[in-house]
T-cell receptor, first 114, second 116 residues
Framework: AQSVTQLGSHVSVSEGALVLLRCNYS??????LFWYVQYPNQGLQLLLK??????LVKGINGFEAEFKKSETSFHLTKPSAHMRDAAEYFC????????????FGKGTRLSVIA | EPEVTQTPSHQVTQMGQEVILRCVPI?????FYWYRQILGQKVEFLVS????????KSEIFDDQFSVERPDGSNFTLKIRSTKLEDSAMYFC??????????????FGPGTRLTVL
């Protein structure tokens, strides 16, 4: 069975600072990994996904994540935070393909301080 | 850009009542899903639906739950007799059914169900 752990339920950064949201996964088979973002009163929007093509994945809005098998991690980063990045971020894992059930982490709320 | 829509955005019901949550998936998608998120907890998979039948379901999806695609556009989740613990945000999602790990699940905005 797969699982995801997101360290830090709440992360606060200053505008312009580096954003680092942590995600560690557990899977007995090669995983597919996803980051979703949820803005207030909206659904889950895909930021980026890892499907074994490249370990460094670039997503929308300047976010990227690096798959590190040795560390079982898929941390999300952005060099410079914007106020509009304030949202809830969810890491998720699945196996086999993208149309199998996603297993989510508990989410990390990102606050951006002016 | 095509999106998944859900109605209603908020549903309040009495314990023991039946509720139907509605979703309109993206039009050319083949897989449909329901997830839920109890306040303060993880988003959890409930069920997936493909080719007019359930393809996978979790332990949460017991006999109180059912899904249906009544026509070519809607996908519904029915809870037969609601319990207090069914209070949660319910998310519908759909995906095109691409192979090789290329598929992506697109989520709707959710329906917040409150059981009193």
């Amino acid at each position: 069975a797969q699982s995801v752990t997101q360290l830090g339920s709440h992360v606060s950064v200053s505008e312009g600072a580096l954003v680092l949201l942590r995600c560690n996964y557990s899977s007995s088979v090669p995983p597919y990994l996803f980051w979703y973002v949820q803005y207030p009163n909206q659904g889950l929007q895909l930021l980026l996904k890892y499907t074994s093509a490249a370990t460094l994945v670039k997503g929308i809005n300047g976010f990227e994540a690096e798959f590190k098998k040795s560390e079982t991690s898929f941390h999300l980063t952005k060099p410079s935070a914007h106020m509009r990045d304030a949202a809830e971020y969810f890491c998720a894992v699945t196996v086999n393909s993208g149309n199998t059930p996603l297993v989510f982490g508990k989410g990390t709320r990102l606050s951006v301080i002016a | 850009e095509p999106e998944v829509t859900q109605t209603p955005s908020h549903q309040v019901t009495q314990m023991g009542q039946e509720v139907i949550l509605r979703c309109v998936p993206i039009s050319n998608h083949l897989y449909f899903y329901w997830y839920r998120q109890i306040l303060g907890q993880k988003v959890e998979f409930l069920v997936s639906f493909y080719n007019n039948e359930i393809s996978e379901k979790s332990e949460i999806f017991d006999d109180q739950f059912s899904v249906e695609r009544p026509d070519g556009s809607n996908f519904t989740l029915k809870i037969r007799s609601t319990k207090l613990e069914d209070s949660a945000m319910y998310f519908c999602a759909s995906s095109a059914g691409l192979a090789g790990g290329l598929d992506t699940q697109y989520f709707g905005p959710g329906t917040r169900l409150t059981v009193l």
